[in-house]
């Protein structure tokens, strides 16, 4: 989907509907397989097996003590897949362009730049991983619990001389707060079916809500 107003609002919609019972997680992971197609933006096998692997023990773990962890497991794992085709089809200004285009030049315009800066840090964060696991690997690990910790310091301390660098550049460039912005936006007639296709879900759960009271 282009349109990032578009492809933000199916993705609260899918995720509401995920969440919500297993008959929207089925209807949202169906709305997955065939739009998200090729752009599905799925993590690689290990960092795949880490993320769904804790779902799914943590879902083990709940059906174990007499929850329900396979309702849980599916919800959770479909929400996942959704989290990623949102974020992987993202573009550099999707988040001003909305934020602007929803609460203006002022406050849309500080949560725009907030979301921004978030998003390019958590990119950073995924480069500054591999580089530290590079490192370790060279030194020579002291073991999984000390890599973890000097992995979780190194990544703090960078965030954190990040955050400062990006403050004195807006306090250089004399920010004080709202800004004036143009947002522009793509579409596409896919992108109206794609949402009008996560309206009708929700819709679809709303329904099945009201039949079961």
């Known amino acids: ?43 690689g096998r290990r960092a795949g097996s880490v993320i769904f692997g804790a779902i799914i023990l943590l879902a083990v773990f709940t059906q174990a003590f007499g929850g329900d962890g396979i309702s849980y497991g599916v919800r959770m794992i479909v929400i996942t897949l959704i989290a990623f085709w949102a974020f992987g089809h993202g573009r550099e200004g999707d988040l001003m362009n909305t934020a602007v285009w929803a609460f203006g030049d002022h406050i849309g315009f500080d949560l725009g730049l907030t979301a921004e800066m978030a998003v390019s840090s958590l990119r950073r964060i995924e480069k500054d991983v591999h580089n530290i696991r590079n490192a370790i690997r060279l030194k020579g690990s002291r073991g999984i619990v000390n890599d973890l910790i000097s992995l979780g310091f190194t990544l703090t301390i960078m965030q954190i001389y990040r955050a400062r660098e990006q403050g004195i550049i807006l306090a250089t460039r004399g920010y004080q707060g709202g800004g004036t912005y143009t947002p522009s936006f793509s579409r596409s007639k896919i992108d109206i079916y794609a949402f009008f296709g996560s309206f009708i879900i929700i819709m679809a759960v709303s329904v099945s809500f009201v039949g079961y009271l």
Not at 6 to 22: E, K, N, Y
Request: no cysteine; hydrophobic share 65%; net charge positive.
């Open 1 to 43: 989907m282009q349109d990032a107003r578009l492809r933000l609002g199916a993705t609260l919609l899918l995720s509401f509907a995920a969440f919500s019972s297993i008959f929207g997680a089925v209807m949202a992971l169906f709305w997955w397989i065939v739009v998200a197609r090729g752009e599905r933006n799925l993590p």
